[in-house]
T-cell receptor, first 110, second 114 residues
Framework: RKEVEQDPGPFNVPEGATVAFNCTYS??????FFWYRQDCRKEPKLLMS???SGNEDGRFTAQLNRASQYISLLIRDSKLSDSATYLC???????????FGQGTTLQVKP | DGGITQSPKYLFRKEGQNVTLSCEQN?????MYWYRQDPGQGLRLIYY???????QKGDIAEGYSVSREKKESFPLTVTSAQKNPTAFYLC?????????????FGPGTRLTVL
């Protein structure tokens, strides 16, 4: 079983839609959690960290459920420019290393 | 402009040849990392360095080598011993320590072995 698992998608949604991605992690000792955005053939860029109490940044909301070991990303009012792959990233509690999920691809259509 | 640069952007290599990928940063970061990304897979850690003249193996170091002679530079050599070298290689850096700070990525080098 992979340490960090994501549904690869693609998620095809119309502009203005609300879309949610989930990610599960296997190591209960994981320390911190992030969502990175990666555009096609580009490097990943930090989108937001995920805090225990949940956090919001504009149209983006991230939540953490430690009991069930999953994190989520909600995107409201999708824009064409949101089309990208979203990487779930977990910091291992054992080694401190970052563990990357394979990514979920989002396509927002006009 | 501060940032991380990688060169070249695209690289083609014949089987059996070694090749070195460049990574330079002017962010004054102590820690630097190399990852590879394969289609449909997450990034995997190859090597990392906390400080000049020190580096550690990551999860998939076999067939690769690195050096850290200067704080700004962390080149990666893909040797002929690497069985499946075709991949997207990403260099990253963070302010200090190993993995406790946000990692910033360079634009990547896409290596194709012919």
């Amino acid at each position: 079983r992979k340490e960090v698992e994501q549904d690869p998608g693609p998620f095809n949604v119309p502009e203005g839609a609300t879309v949610a991605f989930n990610c599960t992690y296997s190591n209960s000792a994981s320390q911190s959690f992030f969502w990175y955005r990666q555009d096609c053939r580009k490097e990943p860029k930090l989108l937001m960290s995920v805090y225990s109490s949940g956090n919001e940044d504009g149209r983006f909301t991230a939540q953490l459920n430690r009991a069930s070991q999953y994190i989520s990303l909600l995107i409201r009012d999708s824009k064409l420019s949101d089309s990208a792959t979203y990487l779930c990233v977990v910091r291992s509690g054992n080694t401190g290393k970052l563990i990357f999920g394979q990514g979920t691809t989002l396509q927002v259509k006009p | 402009d501060g940032g991380i640069t990688q060169s070249p952007k695209y690289l083609f290599r014949k089987e059996g040849q070694n090749v070195t990928l460049s990574c330079e940063q002017n962010l004054n970061h102590d820690a630097m990392y190399w990852y590879r990304q394969d289609p449909g897979q997450g990034l995997r850690l190859i090597y990392y360095s906390q400080i000049v003249n020190d580096f550690q193996k990551g999860d998939i170091a076999e067939g690769y080598s690195v050096s850290r002679e200067k704080k700004e530079s962390f080149p990666l050599t893909v040797t002929s011993a690497q069985k499946n070298p075709t991949a997207f290689y990403l260099c990253a850096s963070s302010i200090r320590l190993q993995f406790t700070d946000t990692q910033y990525f360079g634009p990547g080098t896409r290596l194709t072995v012919l």
